[in-house]
């Protein structure tokens, strides 16, 4: 069965400041998406950056970038130059099948001024 | 596109009542998905359907939930009987269906579901 392990229920950063959140998932599986969604308080699930497994290369998106370790099956979120706007749960995800995507219990991040 | 909306946003019901979520989801879409959500966990999957096809339904899903998308376009999710642990967010979501597993899914707003 695959999981999703978040170990951090919370974090909090300066604005500015870059922070890393934690992943690490199980599965048995070779071929396989992870993602990184953000929950601001309107509860709205966005995608915030995805990885494909088979890919070495580091997923980055803007001011978002992640660490793919497929062997530790470790895939933390780094966000830089954090912005308030960044305050959110973030939710690591696994997908196998599109149709059973698992969700770790999420870490709460607070932006402060 | 105006993404996927998910109403009521809220629903307070009493214990024993039966409710009906709808979604709509992103026009050209042709996956849809129903998720849970308690405070303090992440989503949890219940079912989804391709077209008008429920193709997949989670344990959590009891005899007492079910799904439909009759023309493959909104959904809606009816819990009869309500009990209190019933009690959550209920997440739709859509995708557009790609070999793989990679494709991206959108998510509603959620709705919200108070059993007293």
């Known amino acids: 069965a695959q999981t999703v392990t978040q170990s951090q229920p919370e974090m909090s950063v300066q604005e500015a400041e870059t922070v890393t959140l934690s992943c690490t998932y199980d599965?048995?599986?070779?071929?396989?998406?992870l993602f990184w969604y953000k929950q601001p308080p309107s509860r709205q699930m966005i995608l915030v950056i995805r990885q494909e497994a088979y890919k070495q290369q580091n997923a980055t998106e803007n001011r978002f970038s992640v660490n793919f370790q497929k062997a530790a099956k470790s895939f933390s979120l780094k966000i830089s130059d954090s912005q308030l706007g960044d305050t959110a749960m973030y939710f690591c995800?696994?997908?196998?099948?599109?149709?059973?995507?698992?969700f770790g219990a999420g870490t709460r991040l607070t932006v402060k001024p | 596109d105006t993404g996927v909306s998910q109403n009521p946003r809220h629903k307070i019901t009493k214990r024993g009542q039966n409710v009906t979520f709808r979604c709509d989801p992103i026009s050209e879409h042709n996956r849809l998905y129903w998720y849970r959500q308690t405070l303090g966990q992440g989503p949890e999957f219940l079912t989804y359907?391709?077209?008008?096809?429920?193709?997949?339904k989670s344990r959590l899903l009891s005899d007492r939930f079910s799904a439909e998308r009759p023309k493959g376009s909104f959904s809606t999710l009816e819990i009869q009987r309500t009990e209190q642990g019933d009690s959550a967010m209920y997440l739709c979501?859509?995708?557009?269906?790609?070999?793989?597993?990679?494709?991206?899914?959108?998510f509603g707003e959620g709705s919200w579901l108070t059993v007293v």
């Open positions: 995800a696994f997908a196998y099948n599109n149709n059973d995507m698992r």
């Open positions: 979501a859509s995708s557009l269906a790609a070999k793989g597993p990679g494709n991206t899914i959108y």
């Open positions: 359907f391709q077209n008008e096809a429920q193709l997949e």
């Open positions: 599965t048995s599986e070779n071929n396989y998406y």
